[in-house]
């Protein structure tokens, strides 16, 4: 680079520009193996699964079309509903703790212990919390036999693992950790001088969460609804291992195109499925990250 | 005339630190007092009671005659400009300006020409429409101050509100809040550590340690005339000359430095500090009768004045304050020093 | 104020409660050859043994998952840090203003879910090149693609806590060529870094179902779920050893960063 640099400097003018698009480019080359990698293993299957699903037409709605009607279109409300239903209990609960850590944070120890393990928990999902709460809830789990000496039948009262209700409660438990290391910060960002000159201004409990806390922790909050939504949206081996495969959300039922389960001529069906997975995710994400932004922008 | 402010014997106690001590002062409209201190001193504790933030365990706080001891601070009617700006991050500079209008229910047109005429009197003038961290820290301060301003207190309250700011923006706006101060006319109590502030804008500097007052006076008597030696060596620079009392009165210095003389130290035998400002220490020649031996060891210019760094024998180091176009000697050079030792401060 | 204290409490306990019962009863179920029938508050402490770990570990089947999802962990680590490492530090070093095009590059994987992925897989290398994914090796690429963004934060905020610069300036003066520096220079400073990305992508991959179960590989997971129904206790006493080794592994990067007044999340919060 140096020698571009004194080249340049001893060379005609005009010799300038094209010396400085090849530094751009030069520039940019060792990055290339990364973004190759990235392009053929990440971008390579996503470009196929629109390719197909946007691909040829047979029978008679297209793919992608045909993939949000009939049963699948109560696939994906039955998803969207449980990752909305997970994503707001989520949210409530997962504040809710963050402010009952930040409330009692004179103590070092709460708080590292639970944001330690809301950080583990948080990652947690797939088999072994399944089994976890199939230890726990499912026919013969421990807590089912502690609530029914107290009184409480969950079997009785229909109460199953592998039903929504029961995936609800599998799936908080991540959803609420999440949640609360995203509120953590954002809690922590509430600068108690900023109550003080509100209450300084006149303003008095209720006037200082409305136009000042409130105002500051919606995008956060906001922003945990997307995450946690796109996250139990896309949660397929919890969901998997809970209902031993044969549960109506979207990420299951992709499965079944993918082992060949299909009728003849409708594969594609089985992109489309994951296309839309992908716009939903995209569309959740991108609000996330704006939102995040936002917020980030106050708490320097 | 009555008080504006008033504390009255106000304590407070934070477990088993006293942070206000039978704490007493009073604040006249119009006036502008510093309270000056080091940190823990009890300063801002002062102000935070007078805000409402902290509770005093006993004494009042009066305000134009009324006792707000126990009223909340969302009542008080008081500005305060926070040390570390504290202006609302959602929101843009009129915004924040008129917020405690809005919770006052000012109507909307009451509101903009309000803001607008704070936003002019701090000189932000077409800033109106931008946010906080698109502002620096002299702009952001400014924000401060009118918003505190706008809802027309009674009394002013500044926690330090220079001491986040670059050493050029702090000298600016120290003098753009002395001057919106002039202006308005409103009693102001401002907090500091820094006595350069504190002597160039107030009316009044209240000197405080360790939770009580050393002294409450004009910048200049506290300054020419300070009332104990704390309040000597915190308020400009002090040389210190220890000593033993002699038979006659006058102070044999340490080390065997010489006397000092001009004044009666009382009892003989007596160990005890003089403090005098570089300012009432004078070089002359060392062949002057009645002045110290001493050794030129440093010569540092300072612009308009120039300290000349002496060192008697045994050791001590003493400044003087020249007018820089009055220095003649040089390093090593032997002089001799005459001390002005009637304006000095006797400690122990 | 009181009031909002003793509710905080509450809120915290149930929680703790409720984060902690689940894996109580995963571990009473794994580790205690008590029939739920059988069991009450006489029959509670009796009979606890190890036994189906054991029993589990045992197995020819399940050694074999183990051992290749362990060679996909330290593959997948591997292949991050080769991948993330020398990008990363060229964007620090000579080229920042790239850095905001691949911090977005390290989030694409978020947008699209492993289901979604393994769809795209099997239909784009089924047809160009079948070899590639009949292998299980296949799987480390996508291992680490799911990784990127909790490993990408890390070893980007490892080298902005350090003047890279700086220090490479000072090391080519000194007459280092560029390998050396990054090996003698570079690395070493940025160890908490490389660490917490190797841990996050072993996390990542000996939890990773989705993909491995859609390819047909048999990993560890793929075995553990597999097994639920012939060796019920072991896969349960394995499920929760697979748990404890993740935790501690999210600790130990925790604790690592914090010492190092590192920003490191491990959630990309």
Redesign the interface.
């Known amino acids: 680079m140096s020698i571009t640099n004194t080249q340049s400097s001893r060379g005609p003018s005009l010799r300038r520009a094209p010396r400085l698009f090849t530094h751009s480019i030069r520039g940019w080359l060792p990055i290339a193996p990364f973004i190759g990698f990235v392009a053929v293993f990440l971008l390579m299957p996503a470009v196929v699964v629109f390719q197909r699903a946007l691909g040829r037409v047979d029978g008679p709605k297209a793919p992608m079309v045909e993939a949000i009607t009939g049963q699948y279109r109560k696939s994906f409300i039955f998803s969207m509903q449980l990752s909305a239903i997970t994503a707001i209990l989520g949210v409530i609960i997962g504040t809710m703790v963050a402010g009952s850590i930040v409330r009692l944070g004179h103590r070092r120890g709460i708080r590292n212990a639970f944001t330690g393990y809301s950080a583990v928990a948080a990652n947690l999902g797939g088999i072994p919390l399944a089994f976890a709460f199939l230890a726990a809830l499912g026919m013969q789990g421990l807590i089912t036999k502690l609530l029914k000496t107290t009184g409480v039948d969950l079997i009785g009262m229909g109460f199953k693992v592998s039903d929504f209700w029961g995936i609800v409660v599998v799936y908080l438990y991540f959803q609420i950790p999440l949640m609360t290391l995203i509120m953590l910060p954002a809690l922590d960002g509430l600068k108690p001088t900023w109550r003080e000159a509100a209450a300084n201004l006149g303003a008095g409990d209720r006037q200082y969460w409305r136009f000042v806390a409130l105002p500051l922790l919606l995008p956060s909050l906001i922003a945990g609804f997307l995450l946690l939504f796109a996250n139990a949206f896309s949660a397929y081996a919890t969901a998997y291992a809970l209902s031993s495969g044969s549960s109506k959300l979207v990420p299951v039922q992709i499965r079944f195109f993918l082992q060949g389960n299909t009728i003849t001529g409708k594969e594609n069906l089985g992109y489309a499925l994951a296309a839309w997975m992908i716009i939903i995710m995209t569309v959740s994400m991108t609000g996330f990250i704006m939102l995040r932004r936002r917020a980030e922008r106050w708490r320097r | 005339m009555s008080s504006e402010l008033s504390f009255s014997g106000v304590r407070k106690t934070f477990g088993e630190v006293v942070a206000l001590d039978t704490f007493s002062l009073e604040i006249q409209h119009g006036e502008l007092v510093t309270l000056l201190g080091p940190s823990g001193c009890g300063k801002t504790t002062a102000l935070r009671v007078a ?3 902290e509770q005093a365990d006993s004494g009042t706080v009066t305000l134009k005659g009324v006792d707000i001891t126990a009223m ?9 400009v ?1 040390q ?7 929101l843009s500079v009129s915004e924040n300006i008129g ?2 209008l ?3 229910k000012r109507s909307a047109e009451d509101r903009k020409s309000m803001v607008n005429d704070a936003i002019a009197r701090v000189r932000l003038a077409g800033l109106a429409d931008r946010f906080p ?1 698109q502002l620096s820290g002299g702009q952001q301060q400014r924000v401060a101050l009118a ?2 301003l706008a ?1 027309t207190p009674q009394v002013l309250l500044l926690d330090e509100p220079l001491s986040a700011l670059d050493a050029k923006v702090r000298g600016e706006l120290r003098d753009e809040v002395r001057r919106v101060q002039k202006e308005t006319g409103v009693a102001t109590l401002f907090v500091t550590h820094d006595q350069d502030e504190a002597l160039a804008i107030s009316d009044t500097i209240c000197v405080m340690r360790d939770g009580a007052i050393q002294q409450v006076g004009a910048p200049r008597d506290v300054y020419l005339s300070p009332a104990t030696p704390f309040v000597a060596r915190f308020v400009g620079a002090m040389n210190e000359f220890a000593g033993v009392v002699a038979a006659d009165g006058s102070l044999a210095l340490d080390n065997a430095a010489g006397s000092l003389t001009g004044r009666n130290f009382g009892a003989s035998g007596t160990k005890l500090t003089l403090l005098v400002r570089p300012d009432d220490v004078v070089v002359c020649a060392a062949s002057e009768p009645g002045s110290l031996r001493a050794t030129v060891n440093t010569v540092l210019f300072g612009g308009s004045t120039t300290v000349v760094r002496v060192t008697l024998p045994g050791g001590l180091m003493v400044g003087a304050l020249v007018m820089s176009r009055d220095v003649t000697v040089r390093v090593d050079d032997v002089v001799g020093l005459r001390i002005d030792t009637s304006r000095g401060v006797v400690a122990e | 104020m009181k009031q909002r204290n003793i509710l905080a409490k509450c809120v915290l306990i149930v929680i703790g409660l409720f984060y902690v019962l689940p894996m109580l009863s995963m571990a009473r179920f794994a580790f205690q050859r008590v029939p739920m029938a059988l069991l009450g508050w006489d029959t509670l402490f009796k009979r606890w043994t190890i036994q189906p770990l054991f029993t589990m570990m045992s197995d020819p089947i399940f050694r074999q998952s183990a051992f290749l999802s362990l060679r996909l962990a330290f593959l997948s680590a591997l292949v991050t840090l080769l991948v993330l490492v020398p990008t990363v530090v060229y964007v620090h070093v000579s080229m920042m203003r790239a850095r905001p095009v691949v911090e977005i590059i390290s989030v694409l994987p978020f947008v699209v879910p492993a289901i979604a992925l393994v769809v795209g897989i099997a239909g784009a290398f089924r047809d160009l090149a079948p070899w590639f994914i009949r292998s299980d090796y296949s799987l480390v690429p996508f291992y680490v693609i799911i990784a990127l963004p909790f490993t990408f934060r890390s070893i980007d905020n490892g080298l902005a806590s350090i003047d890279v610069k700086t220090l490479v300036d000072a090391s080519r003066s000194l007459g280092a060529s560029w390998t050396r520096t990054l090996w003698s220079v570079i690395v070493p400073n940025i160890r908490v870094a490389v660490a917490s990305a190797s841990f996050l992508t072993m996390t990542v991959v000996l939890g990773e179902f989705t993909i491995a179960s859609l390819l047909l590989k048999e990993t560890l997971p793929l075995i553990l779920s597999q097994s639920q129904g012939r060796e019920p206790q072991g896969s349960f006493a394995v499920g929760l050893v697979l748990l404890v080794i993740t935790a501690s592994l999210l600790g130990l990067i925790n604790r690592f960063s914090r010492r190092r007044n590192m920003a490191q999340s491990v959630t990309l919060l």
């Open positions: 805000a409402g933030f909340p601070p969302n009542k008080r009617n008081m500005g305060m926070f570390n700006y504290s202006l609302f991050p959602h917020f405690g809005k919770i006052r961290h918003r505190a809802i």
